[in-house]
């Protein structure tokens, strides 16, 4: 046997044999939950804060393998858009023209391979901030990539 041949021999046979090795990684189909069921979650559907006063979010997340990060999102709904997810509607004001809105958009890193977290953040709410209905976007995101959302609708009195 030449050394050509069995270099490229024993290279088919080194593919062979690492080709077939099975990964005991299994691969993660479910999405995170956001649970605002929570005695003390803040804020759920039609709640109300106060300009120049902080908000005060809490909620749980769980995913069946690992969480990854959680963003905040408060943007106004003068024009009366939808994303909500929730199944009762709150009250709308009339549509309206933004003058100065509040928009809040933060992310935050939950710590590698937990499962179930509580998660808490202070938001301020300027005293100068267009009252009216706004929207409170939660993105929840697994290790592996899978999101959640979940909008609210709040109002800034």
């Known amino acids: 046997m030449n050394p050509r041949t069995a270099f490229v021999g024993l290279f088919l046979l080194s593919i062979f044999f690492f080709g077939c090795s099975?990964?005991?990684k299994e691969t993660d189909s479910s999405?995170?939950?956001?649970?605002?069921?929570?005695t003390d979650a803040f804020p759920i559907q039609c709640s109300t804060v106060e300009?120049?006063?902080?908000?005060?979010?809490?909620?749980?997340?769980?995913?069946?393998?690992?969480?990854?990060?959680f963003s905040l999102d408060i943007h106004h709904?003068?024009?009366?858009?939808?994303?909500?997810?929730e199944v009762n509607?709150?009250?709308?004001?009339?549509i309206k023209t933004p003058v100065k809105p509040l928009v809040y958009v933060k992310s935050w890193d939950i710590p590698a391979g937990t499962t179930d977290y509580t998660?808490?953040?202070?938001?301020?709410?300027?005293?100068?901030v267009d009252p009216g209905d706004y929207?409170?976007?939660i993105r929840l995101?697994?290790?592996e990539g899978w999101q959640t959302i979940r909008g609210i609708s709040i109002k800034i009195l």
């Open 31 to 38: 999405y995170p939950e956001i649970d605002l069921h929570l």
């Open 135 to 137: 929207h409170f976007l």
């Open 51 to 69: 300009r120049g006063k902080p908000l005060q979010f809490k909620g749980r997340f769980t995913d069946n393998k690992a969480l990854g990060s």
């Open 141 to 143: 995101t697994d290790a």
């Open 77 to 85: 709904n003068f024009d009366q858009h939808t994303h909500s997810t």
């Open 22 to 24: 099975k990964s005991d």
């Open 119 to 128: 998660a808490t953040a202070t938001i301020d709410i300027p005293a100068d």
């Open 89 to 94: 509607n709150c009250e709308a004001e009339a």
